[in-house]
Nanobody
Framework: QVQLQESGGGLVQAGGSLRLSCAASGRTFRMGWFRQAPGKEREFVARITWTGSTTSYADPVKGRFTISRDNAKNTMYLQMNNLKPEDTAVYYC????????????WGQGTQVTVSS
């Protein structure tokens, strides 16, 4: 069982930046970020393969967010630039436990609030 712990959330003004981190207690394969705004369903934000060679992003965050990982530290990051009020949400990290599985593990979430 792998545990995931997010950090780095907070309150920022529109146009500002935040960097989220997700520390894993063990090895994971593909990792990703999701978010859930009040009254909305959880949505995909970005994902990254185990090697970090392939990434993908949801359209609303393309060009503003960058996902990365450091396997030596079992940590994934999400650099968020030019934040907008509509980015306000609880951000969750998720991970695959095996190469063929779905999102097996989830963190508790970290709140990101962007003021206008």
């Amino acid at each position: 069982q792998v545990q995931l712990q997010e950090s780095g959330g907070g309150l920022v003004q529109a146009g500002g930046s935040l960097r989220l981190s997700c520390a894993a207690s063990g090895r994971t394969f593909r990792m990703g970020w999701f978010r859930q705004a009040p009254g909305k369903e959880r949505e995909f934000v970005a994902r990254i393969t185990w090697t970090g060679s392939t990434t993908s992003y949801a359209d609303p965050v393309k060009g503003r967010f960058t996902i990365s990982r450091d396997n030596a530290k079992n940590t994934m990051y999400l650099q968020m630039n030019n934040l907008k009020p509509e980015d306000t949400a609880v951000y969750y990290c998720a991970a695959q436990g095996s190469i063929s599985s779905g999102w097996d593990y989830w963190g508790q979430g970290t709140q990101v609030t962007v003021s206008s």
